[in-house]
């Protein structure tokens, strides 16, 4: 599975590591293997997170985990124009979808996306959701994914890391290891894009991370909450009990 990684390990500011085996990243599931599916089985993974929209769960569902809670969060339900299976729909027409996204129509289209994954209020609550499950011993270990594994997946991991005390530098590296790994997954899709006619520049923000979107992400959250902390205390609604539990859960203190 492309992508696929713990996301413990990491140290802290003030010198505790974040623990592993407790979340998982990865890719959508729909193309899993029979093997994988062994392999997350036995990592004793409770609950698997879905951040797709209804339509990307509808054309591209994922295999079923046996033993696993299934939660689907559809975090830009809100959005009129975000919707990640329109533009993955588009780029089966290489030539239509160079034209319309021509001088950086696709990178405009992802920033808007990571400012809605602060600002919509689906994405505040599918968030809240999230982060409240991982307070919750029952749900752990989870695993947490979208389409690719790269963006919404990449901001829950983040801002995760961040409010545990990771600093931003480990957390901008942690999430720049999606890059890779996407690329090595989609250089198919690609190749493919331009053989019938598209344009490279195009598609490419698609299958690839960059630090931009990311800073995009933490430049709305500082501008709305003007910190990780509030921004899980007023713009996730977590209350003190529940900030305290995922502290508890994810950090290992020396």
Known sequence: MPNFRDVGGLWTRGGARVSSGLLYRSIALDAASDADLRVLG???????VDLRTAMERKRR??????????????LLV????ADPAAMFALMEHPRRASAELRDGGTERFYIATY???IRLPSAREGYARFMRM????????ALVHCTTGKDRTGWAVAALLLF????????????????????????QVVDDFVARGGNSEVIEPMMSVRPGFLEAALAAMRADYGSVEAYFSRGLGLDEEARAALRVAFLEVR
């Open 164 to 187: 545990l005390g990771v600093s931003e530098e480990d957390v901008t590296a942690e999430y720049m290891r999606s890059d890779l790994e996407v690329r090595r997954a989609f250089a």
């Open 42 to 48: 036995d990592l004793g993974i409770r609950t698997v």
């Open 115 to 117: 400012h809605d994954m």
């Open 78 to 81: 809100d959005s009129g124009e």
């Open 61 to 74: 569902p994922d295999r079923s985990l046996p033993g696993a809670t299934y939660v689907s969060l559809d």
């Open 134 to 141: 991982l307070a919750d011993p029952a749900a752990r270990p």
